[in-house]
């Protein structure tokens, strides 16, 4: 089955330090992948989205991701952490006729 | 502003009841999606539906049901068959009947505790 895993179910990172989530695919087949940005009792908003074209894939609130097919990887990057950063980060994949397939999400705090 | 309702914001069920959750969205989106987050699990489909009167079992569904009797309307309800119905449930919907490369668009949710 196709799924996501994001490694490290918490990051924590100071405040103006380069943060780096992790995202990896299992596919055979090139996938659509977004990003979302949750905070506390909120529902997800799409930070960005990898559908084709250029592989470096810009989003909302300085954060970028790179999609390496070699790697079957979509990290999300932000060069210098904010506080307003703190919130879950969930990795998805498009899948043709069905919902999108999520991984668990990391936890992203940043301290001062 | 175009975007997803969801109510109410948290809800108290008793032993042995029924509750419905409300999804309502005027972004005039073909498919809607139910979901329930738990801490450490991610989000877990319960149903989805595509267009108006048809809908689908999503990963969980067991002790939940769906209507989709209106294009603007997906409500969800939480059965006395749900035996654990603690958690946070999502709504969201998305553009186009499902295509892999089309992002979801979501509620903020509903908190559901047990009394």
């Known amino acids: 089955a196709q799924s996501v895993t994001q490694l490290g179910s918490h990051v924590s990172v100071s405040e103006g330090a380069l943060v780096l989530l992790r995202c990896n695919y299992s596919?055979?087949?090139?996938?659509?992948l977004f990003w979302y940005v949750q905070y506390p009792n909120q529902g997800l908003q799409l930070l960005l989205k990898?559908?084709?074209?250029?592989?470096l894939v810009k989003g909302i609130n300085g954060f970028e991701a790179e999609f390496k097919k070699s790697e079957t990887s979509f990290h999300l990057t932000k060069p210098s952490a904010h506080m307003s950063d703190a919130a879950e980060y969930f990795c998805?994949?498009?899948?043709?006729?069905?919902?999108?397939?999520f991984g668990k999400g990391t936890t992203l705090s940043v301290s001062s | 502003d175009g975007g997803i309702t969801q109510s109410p914001k948290y809800l108290f069920r008793k032993e042995g009841q029924n509750v419905t959750l409300s999804c309502e969205q005027n972004?005039?989106?073909?498919?809607m999606y139910w979901y329930r987050q738990d801490p450490g699990q991610g989000l877990r489909l319960i149903y989805y539906?595509?267009?108006?009167?048809?809908?689908q079992k999503g990963d969980i569904a067991e002790g939940y049901s769906v209507s989709r009797e209106k294009k603007e309307s997906f409500p969800l309800t939480v059965t006395s068959a749900q035996k654990n119905p603690t958690a946070f449930y999502l709504c969201?919907?998305?553009?186009?009947?499902?295509?892999?490369?089309?992002?979801?668009?979501f509620g903020d949710g509903t908190r559901l505790s047990i009394l």
């Open positions: 998805a994949r498009g899948q043709a006729g069905t919902a999108l397939i």
């Open positions: 539906s595509q267009i108006v009167n048809d809908f």
């Open positions: 990898y559908t084709t074209g250029a592989t």
């Open positions: 972004l005039n989106h073909d498919a």
């Open positions: 596919s055979s087949v090139p996938p659509y």
């Open positions: 969201a919907s998305s553009a186009i009947r499902i295509l892999s490369n089309q992002p979801q668009h």
